[in-house]
């Protein structure tokens, strides 16, 4: 037999599950940014910046009108927020780097 007492924690319990569940918002990026886009060989090259506390960049590959892609790289975290970030094309080896202010290249990707 219950007592009020139980079923009285029993539903507060489950009240304050559902409102816990219902605003809960998973950790995710705060913010994206697109910082530079290039077209080489009839398909486009994106790079974005993911921030919240930190920021990463990543590169994705696209078709030629930018409707299907697909991420090629993800960097590490960096700090502060928001450096200053841009695509270089080196055409002698059809390489395709994100250089970062201050922090110089951080990653070259060989054109498929």
């Given amino acids: 037999m219950q007592t009020s007492q139980t079923k009285s924690a029993g539903a507060l319990f489950l009240a304050s599950l559902i409102i ?24 486009l090259y994106y790079l974005t910046a993911y921030s919240a506390l930190d920021t990463n960049y990543a590169l994705y590959r696209c078709d030629s009108i930018g409707i299907f892609c697909k991420q090629v790289y993800r960097s590490h975290d960096f700090m502060p927020r928001w450096f200053y970030a841009k695509l270089v094309y080196y055409p002698a080896t059809d390489e395709l780097a994100i250089e970062v202010k201050n922090e110089g290249e951080i990653y070259r990707y060989k054109l498929p």
């Fill in 20 to 43: 816990g569940i219902a605003t809960f918002k998973p950790i995710q990026p705060a913010e994206t940014l697109h910082l530079d886009v290039l077209e080489i060989h009839g398909r």
